[in-house]
């Protein structure tokens, strides 16, 4: 079997982006196939997705159609929109992977980490300091503001979207930071033009007014640079999950309404979000190196892990 055709400490160990060059059988048209490919899938399940779903809802056509544009005040119909979108963007996930065994483009697991398996320790830790840190402002900004809570949770949605969530989240990185990234990374061989490119990306595939789409933008950086720097999805993914997680519950708490026009000083809070959880995460990584300690090669081209 061909296995990476160098795997030196200075080749190997420095970068993510540009990863997909070092394989014998790299094509540089294969990730275009892989993207067609996956666009027919996500297609196809998202149309079953739909039609089990207007076959079993009973809705009307204002509900139905409410649920699907996600416009509805009626904080139910918001959860349930919520979980719609939700499971059309985890459908990415098998989308992907089917089309990487199509293609025989190189292993699924190369996208989501360089060098080892995926690693649960990473991606649990980042949860929980990334956690920790929206407690804290979100606990103050509650007690500052001290709206009133109108919850439309049921068990079932809350258990769906505390399920879904991170990996919905996951999906989105999988897409992003993992297949963009690097397919921009080995065209270019430059990281922080894959970097860019994937951020630019990120930011068009939201709905958002000019300061969501910044707030956005800042957000598939950050995310960009901390999987290059970590060399895999599993803190990126925390970071992403952890924050949509927060914002699913504040909605469907009642303490925010759906909307894409995100104001300044929502662009604020989420940048020092950001800033403090990457900040935590880095500054534990720095006293245990508890992420980078990867440098010992798996990968098997064509094979996965």
């Known amino acids: 079997m061909d296995i990476l055709k160098k795997i030196d400490e200075k080749n190997y160990g420095s970068d993510y982006t540009t990863f997909p060059r070092t394989l014998e059988k790299y094509k540089w048209y ?11 899938f996500v297609i196809i399940f998202n149309a079953i997705l739909f039609i089990t779903f207007i076959g079993f809802s009973g809705f009307d056509v204002q509900q139905l159609g409410q649920v699907l544009s996600g416009t509805s005040t009626d904080g139910a119909i918001t959860n349930l929109s919520n979980i719609i979108t939700l499971l059309t963007v985890v459908l990415i996930i098998p989308s992907i992977y089917i089309s990487t065994k199509i293609v025989k483009d190189r292993p699924f697991s190369s996208y989501l980490t360089l060098g080892r398996k995926w690693d649960w320790g990473i991606f649990l830790k980042s949860m929980l300091i990334a956690f920790i840190v929206y407690m804290i402002i979100y606990s103050i900004e509650m007690i500052i503001m001290k709206e009133p809570i109108h919850n439309s949770f049921t068990i079932i949605t809350f258990l769906l979207v505390l399920i879904l969530t991170p990996i919905q989240c996951f999906a989105e990185e999988l897409l992003c ?11 270019f061989r430059i990281p922080i033009v ?9 930011a068009a595939g939201h709905t958002y007014n000019m300061t969501g789409l910044l707030s956005v933008f800042i957000t598939g950086l950050v995310y960009g640079i901390i999987t290059w720097y970590s060399k895999g999805l599993e803190v990126s993914s925390a970071l992403h999950s952890i924050n949509n997680l927060f914002v699913f519950t504040i909605i469907g708490l009642g303490l925010t309404t759906v909307t894409h026009d995100v104001s300044y000083i929502s662009l604020f809070e989420g940048f020092i979000l950001l800033i403090l959880s990457v900040g935590a995460i880095l500054l534990i990584d720095k006293k245990f190196n508890w992420i980078r300690l990867i440098e010992q090669p798996h990968l098997v081209e064509g094979e996965d892990s």
């Open 194 to 202: 894959a970097i860019l490119l994937q951020t630019i990306l990120f």
């Open 30 to 40: 294969k990730p275009i196939l892989v993207a067609i490919i996956t666009l027919i």
């Open 177 to 187: 930071r993992g297949f963009i990234m690097q397919t921009f990374g080995s065209w």
